[in-house]
């Protein structure tokens, strides 16, 4: 049976013998072919669109009436005479090779393999061949059904995801980088987790435009010369100059004028204020190294600033700490902690000394799990406390990972790390352990609370403002700032300033 009106009967298209050129009967048509007169298209009764039982259907076509969906005889998907045609409907496909049908091997693909245009023949003017459905291409929740169409041409649309069979990827399962970098995507296995955001530079001191040692030390030796000190000078010049802008200053200052800055400053000055001053002059790894002998030397230790600068440093920068140390005091870090600590608490300092914690930035969640596991057994869960389990777990994990032992334990204990420990361990095995958390967690937080507590109560300890506001004043004191608004309710400004 053919389909009356498009294609043409006999004569009509596609072409009979003497196809192309056409002779008479053939493209362009001729009275009674195409385009087609009674009968054709546009269609006339059961022509396209159809009638009843067509596209778009009547009385039982879709969408569908009595019968519901799938329809009935004479729904969707339409029997003869509807659409898509069944055998002998519209459009039969020309052989190939003849005019029309394309060159035998299909065509070429010229890019457009996307869009869908069920029209006419590539061949004819008026579009393109009707292509066939990718077999996922179906109604929501049925099997897929394919359109039938001219064979072995391309689906013009893969399938979609969830349509006809095709599988609907599950989002956040696994191999999906977590949103979140502090919230570890769940899986199973290596998970990588997103870096954290990267919000540019948080210092609050930056290089100083067109800076000139020369010029520099010009200006601070006339703040030295004669008759008292002009503080103010100085202060606005080494305060508006990056440390690698102010150590350079050393050598310029002995080359112009023959005399150690150091020395000349230290004779200008006193009290707390040389004390910053000095600490601006030297690379930060000299800071740490210094801070930390002057914490260790002398009657008592500074135990809060061991903790504070081997916690709260990368693994090459205290690498640079231990080496710096050993050339400028003769003697190495790990032999000047061993001999004025002792205990679980200088086993915990030694070990955040090697400076060979994991800074891999991907998170095996069931290593997490399995760590969580092994502090709660080890902490909570025991008579009495195996701290070297806490030691090996906090000093060798990457952050990231140990963010996620930290969602872990809570979830599976329902205390907080910081509780656990509290309740566990004393002294400064406490506070060294807790500041290793709290740095781990929030390092701008644990800084922000320690400079609270360096400017609470009685007196300030000075010491301890001066570093963290040198050391950090190129790292983070933006966000270390933010945090202090945040947890007391004051600016650091306004704190300092008091």
Request: hydrophobic letters at 30%; charged letters at 20%; a neutral charge.
């Amino acid at each position: 049976m053919s389909y009356p009106g498009y294609p043409p009967q006999a004569g009509g298209y596609p072409p009979q013998p003497g196809a192309y050129p056409q002779q008479p009967g053939a493209y362009p048509p001729q009275p009674g072919v195409y385009p087609p007169q009674a009968g054709g298209y546009p269609p006339q009764p059961s022509g396209y669109p159809p009638q009843p039982g067509g596209y778009p259907p009547q009385a039982g076509g879709y969408p569908p009436q009595a019968g519901g969906y799938p329809p009935q005889a004479g729904g969707y998907p339409p029997q003869a005479g509807g659409y898509p045609p069944q055998a002998g409907g519209y459009p039969q496909a020309p052989p190939q090779g003849s005019w029309g049908g394309g060159p035998v091997g299909g065509y070429p693909s010229i890019g457009l393999d996307s869009l869908s245009n069920p029209g006419y023949n590539a061949g004819m003017p008026g579009g393109t061949m009707p292509q066939q459905q990718g077999s996922g291409m179906g109604y929501p929740g049925q099997p897929g059904q394919p359109m039938p169409g001219y064979p072995g041409a391309p689906s013009p649309n893969p399938p979609m995801a969830g349509y006809g069979g095709a599988p609907a990827p599950m989002p956040g399962y696994p191999k999906v980088p977590s949103p979140n970098p502090s919230m570890p995507a769940y899986g199973g296995g290596g998970m990588p987790i997103a870096p954290p955001v990267n919000r540019g530079f948080r210092g609050t001191i930056t290089d100083f435009p067109g800076a000139d040692p020369l010029k520099d030390v010009e200006v601070l030796r006339k703040a030295m010369k004669g008759f008292g000190t002009d503080e103010q000078a100085i202060i606005d010049l080494l305060g508006s100059r990056s440390n690698k802008q102010r150590v350079p200053l050393l050598r310029a200052y002995k080359t112009s004028y023959g005399k150690d800055l150091i020395k000349d400053l230290h004779s200008e000055l006193s009290g707390d204020f040389r004390k910053l001053v000095m600490a601006t002059l030297k690379s930060p790894a000299e800071f740490d190294a210094s801070e930390l002998h002057s914490a260790i030397k002398g009657a008592g230790t500074d135990e809060a600033c061991l903790i504070e600068i081997l916690s709260s440093r990368s693994n090459a920068e205290i690498k640079e700490i231990n080496s710096v140390y050993k050339a400028e005091y003769k003697k190495s870090l790990e032999d000047a902690i061993s001999g004025d600590t002792s205990g679980h608490f200088r086993r915990l300092l030694i070990s955040l000394a090697q400076g060979n914690r994991d800074e891999r930035e991907t998170v095996d969640i069931s290593l997490a799990k399995q760590d969580a596991q092994a502090l709660y057994a080890a902490g909570e869960n025991k008579l009495g406390t195996d701290e070297s389990k806490f030691n090996a777990i906090l000093c060798a994990r990457s952050k990231p990972h140990l963010r996620a032992v930290f969602l872990e334990y809570q979830q599976m204990c329902g205390r907080d790390i910081e509780k656990s420990i509290s309740r566990e361990m004393s002294g400064d095995l406490e506070s060294g352990m807790l500041a290793v958390v709290k740095c781990i967690k929030n390092t701008s937080a644990y800084f922000a609370e320690r400079l609270y507590k360096a400017m609470k109560g009685a007196g300030t300890k000075d010491t301890t403002l001066i570093r963290i506001m040198v050391s950090r004043s190129e790292v983070d004191m933006l966000d270390i700032r933010q945090e202090y608004v945040k947890n007391y309710g004051k600016s650091l400004y306004t704190h300092i300033s008091v």
